[in-house]
């Protein structure tokens, strides 16, 4: 199977997110958030990092329950940055 390219919104919307979660991680190391959350750390490095920019809902879901970050937030957190970034 072939994967379709990411469009430069998509790749835009992962990096968002890695900031976010990067952000809401704070002082805490990525292996301790990613045990937590039931991913390996290379996972959330790729996430945070924006090599994995389109992360499976459940993935997300999980991160954001690890980190006090209700998926609404976090949606209109994305939302809102690439309104200001644009």
Known sequence: MVRTPLTP????????LGRLLREARGDRSMAEVAAAAGLSAETLRKI???RAPTPAFFTVAALAGVLDL???????????LGVVAA
Do not use: H, N
């Open 9 to 16: 919104e998509e790749r835009e919307r992962g990096e968002r």
């Open 70 to 80: 209700s998926m609404d937030d976090l949606v209109t957190r994305c939302a809102l």
């Open 48 to 50: 945070e990092t924006g």
